[in-house]
């Protein structure tokens, strides 16, 4: 699987095909929303069959092998009461993930989930219990386009002052984008720092 995933990234140095979406909002039972949709383009799963010795046409076999990996890797992660229904169709293949938890049951240790507030800024490490980023470094410019799109809504985080991932010894700004009832914000897959967190500021 660790080779497929590796074909993949360099594939996306050719095309930027990598798409990962999360949507989090609160309801007035403060009972709060997780979606999370992670999609790749089947154009670049095929580039990746050509180093595992595919040449002709792509079996499902090998779109199902790759989904049972992300399904697997996701499951693992995620709270046991969240869904998870594969993504497969002509364009592309991933996952769409689903479900809630109630905001009194919120821990500092779940910002690996969502923002967590913590004071007057709420902290974000989506990538924690992935591959040290920095380990990259050397590919940042490839894969300086990956980003995860975060879509909050007003109703969980209100105002935002300030957005920017922080490591031990660097800061950088990332772009927020108002949407009127909630905000965009674009996370760098790949950060190129090491240990990289998301802090959004009220």
Known sequence: MKKIFISILFSLFFM?????????TIDENDTISIIAIVTVSKSVVELSA???GYEDNVPE????????GMEKEAKSNYPRNFKFKRINNDNE???YVNGTIKEKD?????????PVRSGNKFMFVPFERSDDTSDYSEYSSMFSSMKMKLIVSK??????????????DELRDV???DLKDSFLIEIPIFADISNPVLYIEL
Do not use: F, H
Not at 61 to 68: Q, V
Not at 106 to 114: I, N, Q, R, T, V
């Open 93 to 95: 293949i991933g996952l």
């Open 155 to 168: 109703t969980y985080i209100p105002t935002v002052s300030a957005c920017y991932i922080s490591s031990y």
């Open 61 to 68: 076999s090998y779109y199902d092998e790759i989904l049972y």
């Open 175 to 177: 772009n927020v984008y």
């Open 106 to 114: 919120l821990k500092e240790s779940d910002s690996y989930l969502l």
């Open 16 to 24: 930027s095909c990598l798409d990962y979406t999360q949507y989090v």
């Open 50 to 52: 050509l180093y595992e």
